[in-house]
């Protein structure tokens, strides 16, 4: 092997999600020759058209897009999250653990082969990191702040308004209008401004969720505003939530980008100048080379692809959030009705727990949501359960709670069979965290004329967030199996890891626009070093 | 898991595939014929055909089910072999490697069957893998010796009982193939038994068979085993080969196996026999019923029958364990059913089994027309005095439910234990 073997392009982009397509924009610009590839395959189902209740009431293709004409809602009836019952998004997370090798103890493994990635099913939950948050970092904070820009303005941020939360989120300036808020949430909303000062003294601060959601249809594409018709949980069919597909439809047409669906990556390998993937395509087996190769294949599959390129085998921590769910019931709202509204977090929250310890959460309006989803963890009969759940939900209100990601305690290791090994598991403080939350919340909600319903608070197995990050993480001085600042793996030369992988540390916060801002920084880098050799 | 599974168009084979596909195994089918279904993949494999072969190296287990049961001479070394290489096969890719052996499997045993597998045995724990032995198969397709049971139950004028009877310990076929895929995952012991723990005779066992396949009422006729050993005798061992009564009378030399402590291990409860033996034809009938009482215990209402069709189709697509035996009185009264919904008493199988069935119920109604009505309250009217009444409502109910449930408590415990309803 030489380094005078003939490259096909001069980046490869191994994954489509919003890492992959953000750290494509500013190589694209540069007008260099880019291939993204992602294991994708097979067509989706569309989500359902048109306002929730209605689409209900007058069951409009609802079993197929409720169970699934295959009953994938049945047949993923043990499964942790209500979206991977979704036969709407079954195409999204099918096939990625066994095709990426991963064998996971106590730990619940997730990702996706398929185009857009997770960003199709993602609660599109934003943030941007404080300087604080930073430090670990091995960069200046400002270095981040003009990619955190470019990513918010382009993917649309909605929720600027100036609350509590505005320094929390640090997004404002980049944000358009709200999505109107239900009246539960409201009336929450209205009573904390009245009980803030004792609140804010207790350690806990709401404001609305920052979100990205157009409010406003986005004139370059063809994305419309959000309209609260409530089928969120199922795919907007509206396109008004963010997914990296959209930005993978810019990207189509451009100079210099191409895409190949379908190729799944088994191996990459660094060869002197270039360095090769090696995969599986529709069309057989390939090799594909290029002068350098960024990983956004989501964190387990691009540390796997990392750790077998370096021959590293030994054991590797990552960070998972803990996280929990509750329930809140407003008994003054009893009796009310449906009402259409918007099927993601609405209001957020954040609470602060002992020295140094932030949680964050977000709060759900129930409507979109299938009541059996509620029923499998009520303790009554299911008929009389669902009886319950019929004529309480209107008034109840769902939330969930993030605690940072150095409380779990994960390992990762790549064995003998190149199959990446994980086990899972928190740090033995969490289990007090949880309880002084659950404890805090219920002290605070009531002020807010909500009740934390008894029992319904629930923890969480690791892994259940979907928070991966932070296996590789970017180091000032790093070891094998870090990466420099720039996302570079040690150990071998050419290949980046862009996605939560090589994230520094994993606050409670929605870590996706900082993944996504991470790889347009690299990128970035990465294009004005390569053109700068080219001339 | 990746699974390869010689004997795959067997009758053990077939339900194997089926269960472990359902499970989220893939499936490496080693057979003479090809298997065609959706996720199996197909390797050409023959017992007689002793030749080294290869295995993908991503194969997690081996079970070796295939067998030679016709009665010709001079296959005894090709089928050990044929095992031999199948062990070496396993080991070259670190493969687990289970064999399913006989309840026959002996030293000394009366058959060559029998010897071949216990020296098949004796090969695979030398490898560090399992042997399975299970007691008389029975259930499902007709297949194997239960078919030839079935056969001459129902073709025989009159059958043949034994003097002094022999015992069986029957195993249901789809009970055995979730212990062959228990056992890769827990490792009990070496050499595990699985068939119930208490043998009944072998004329119970055919009466079983009569009742559950045919619409015949046999007629018995005592036959002493003493005068099958002197036939034996007097015909040679070639001949008596050659007319199966060397096989018929190794049914008299089984010895008694003790699988409590084996299931105990695999965390298996297998199913009664008045429940396995009836043919699964009729299960489409059943499972309608079953449909019906869960989809009205959980709508308040009769559903619909497109509803029901959806239900019944879901757990003959997702289930191995066919319809449920629910009391006769819950399928009159589909209200009842609350009584069994979530209840700790009964065995752990079954409520298992009816959690599934009963959350499946309530995410298929709540996908229909009726169930949009009912579960988002659509006849809500906006009234806090209604909620507030259907909410205490709801909670009422519970509490008598869960009274009348402490009454009815022994009664109750019955239900799916010493396999009354399962």
């Known amino acids: ?535 | 898991m990746r699974i390869a599974i010689t004997g795959a168009t067997g009758y053990i084979g077939q339900r194997l595939i089926h269960a472990a596909r359902l499970a989220g195994h893939e499936v490496l089918a080693l057979s003479r014929r090809p298997v065609i279904e959706a996720g199996v993949a197909w390797q050409f494999f023959e017992l007689a055909n002793a030749t080294p072969l290869a295995l993908p190296s991503d194969i997690d287990a081996v079970l070796h089910l295939a067998a030679e049961t016709r009665n010709a001479a001079g296959l005894d070394l090709t089928e050990q072999k044929a095992a031999q290489l199948l062990i070496d096969a396993a080991a070259s890719v670190r493969a687990a490697f289970v064999f399913m052996s006989s309840q026959t499997a002996c030293a000394d045993a009366p058959t060559a069957y029998g010897r071949i597998k216990w020296k098949i045995e004796r090969a695979t724990i030398e490898a560090g893998g399992l042997v399975i032995r299970p007691g008389q198969v029975y259930g499902g397709p007709e297949h194997g010796l239960f078919g030839v049971l079935c056969t001459v139950v129902r073709n025989l004028p009159v059958l043949p009982a034994f003097v002094p009877a022999p015992a069986v310990q029957p195993v249901h076929v789809d009970d055995l193939v979730v212990a062959l895929l228990a056992c890769l995952a827990r490792e009990p012991s070496s050499i595990i038994s699985v068939a119930a723990p208490e043998g009944i005779s072998l004329t119970a066992f055919l009466r079983a068979i009569a009742r559950g396949r045919t619409s015949r009422c046999p007629v018995f006729i005592p036959v002493p085993v003493l005068l099958l050993r002197v036939t034996a005798r007097l015909l040679g061992s070639g001949l008596s080969r050659k007319l199966g009564l060397e096989r018929l009378l190794s049914l008299f030399a089984l010895q008694h196996m003790n699988t409590a402590g084996d299931l105990q291990h695999l965390a298996l409860m297998l199913r009664p026999l008045s429940s396995g033996m009836p043919r699964s034809g009729r299960g489409r009938r059943e499972l309608i019923r079953e449909g019906r009482v869960l989809l009205t215990y959980v709508l308040r209402t009769k559903p619909a029958g497109a509803l029901v069709q959806r239900y019944a189709r879901a757990v003959e697509t997702l289930r191995i364990n066919q319809p449920l035996q629910l009391p006769e009185l819950v399928l009159k009264a589909p209200a009842l059913l609350a009584l069994l919904d979530g209840s700790r008493n009964i065995d752990t199988n079954f409520r298992c089994e009816l959690d599934w069935r009963i959350n499946a119920a309530v995410m298929l109604a709540e996908a229909s027309p009726q169930g949009a009505s009912r579960f988002l309250d659509i006849d809500n009217t906006g009234s806090c005095f209604r909620g507030t009444v259907l909410i205490v409502r709801a909670c009422m109910m519970e509490l008598s439910r869960r009274f009348i449930r402490f009454l009815l408590w022994p009664v109750l415990s019955r239900v799916g234990r010493k396999g009354v309803y399962w």
Not at chain 1, 39 to 60: M, S
Not at chain 1, 189 to 197: E, K
Not at chain 1, 230 to 259: I, K, M, N, P, V
């Open chain 1, 1 to 535: 092997m030489t380094g005078t073997q003939p490259v096909d392009f001069d980046v490869i982009i191994v994954g489509s999600g919003p890492a992959g397509v953000s750290a494509a924009f500013p190589l694209v610009d540069a007008g260099l020759r880019v291939l993204m590839v992602d294991g994708g395959h097979g067509a989706r189902l569309v989500p359902p058209t048109g306002q929730y209740l209605n689409v209900r009431n007058q069951d409009i293709g609802n079993y197929d897009w409720m169970i699934g004409q295959n009953f994938h809602a049945l047949s993923q009836a043990d499964a942790v999250s209500p979206k991977l019952r979704v036969p709407t998004h079954a195409a999204v997370f099918e096939g990625f653990v066994s095709a990426n090798r991963i064998v996971a103890d106590n730990f619940v493994a997730v990702g996706s082969l398929a185009p857009g990635g997770l960003s199709n099913a993602w609660g599109c939950g934003v943030a941007r990191m404080t300087d604080k948050e930073l430090a670990s970092f091995p960069l200046k904070p400002s270095e981040m702040y003009t990619s955190y820009a470019a990513v918010a303005k382009r993917i649309g941020v909605s929720g600027g308004y100036c609350d509590d939360l505005s320094d929390f989120f640090g997004l404002d300036e980049w944000s358009h209008g709200t999505v109107p808020i239900d009246n539960l949430q409201n009336s929450m909303l209205m009573r904390y401004t009245r009980s803030r000062s004792a609140l804010m003294q207790s350690g806990f601060q709401l404001g609305r969720a920052r979100v990205a959601v157009l409010t406003t249809p986005q004139t370059q594409t063809d994305r419309q505003a959000c309209n609260l018709c409530g089928t969120c949980l199922w795919g907007c069919e509206r396109r008004a939530l963010y997914s990296a597909t959209d930005d993978l439809q810019r990207l189509h047409g451009r100079q210099g980008f191409f895409y190949r669906p379908g190729f799944l990556v088994e191996q990459v390998e660094s060869q002197g100048n270039s360095v090769a993937i090696s995969g599986v395509g529709t069309d057989g087996a390939g090799v594909l080379r290029a002068r350098r190769v960024l990983l956004a294949a989501g964190t387990l599959a691009s540390t796997r692809l990392a750790l077998q390129a370096i021959n590293h085998r030994k054991l590797v921590a990552m960070q998972s959030c803990p996280t929990a769910a509750f329930m809140l019931w407003l008994p003054r709202h009893l009796g009310r009705r449906h009402e259409p509204a918007f099927g993601l977090g609405q209001l957020s929250f954040t609470l602060d727990l002992g020295a140094d310890i932030q949680a964050f959460g977000s709060l759900f309006n129930t409507t979109g949501i299938p009541v059996s989803e509620f029923a499998r963890h009520v303790p009554l009969g299911k008929r009389y359960g669902v009886d319950l759940l019929a004529s309480l939900l209107t008034s109840c209100v769902v939330g969930n709670l993030f605690l940072p990601g150095s409380l779990s305690n994960v390992s990762l290791q790549l064995d003998e069979d190149d199959q990446l090994l994980i086990w899972g598991g928190y740090s033995a403080e969490v289990e007090m965290l949880m309880k002084e939350a659950r404890h805090k919340l219920r002290n605070s909600f009531i002020k807010l004329g909500a009740l934390l319903m008894p029992i319904s608070f629930k923890v969480g197995r690791p892994g259940t967030d979907i928070h991966y990050a932070a296996s590789l993480p970017m180091s000032a001085k790093p070891v094998l199996g870090q990466t420099d600042q720039f996302g570079e793996l040690m150990g071998t030369a050419g290949i980046h890891v862009v996605d939560g992988a090589s994230l520094s540390y994993l606050p409670a916060k929605s870590h996706t626009l900082t993944i996504m801002a991470n790889a347009e920084r690299i990128a970035t880098h990465v294009a004005t070093n390569m053109v700068l050799i080219d001339n």
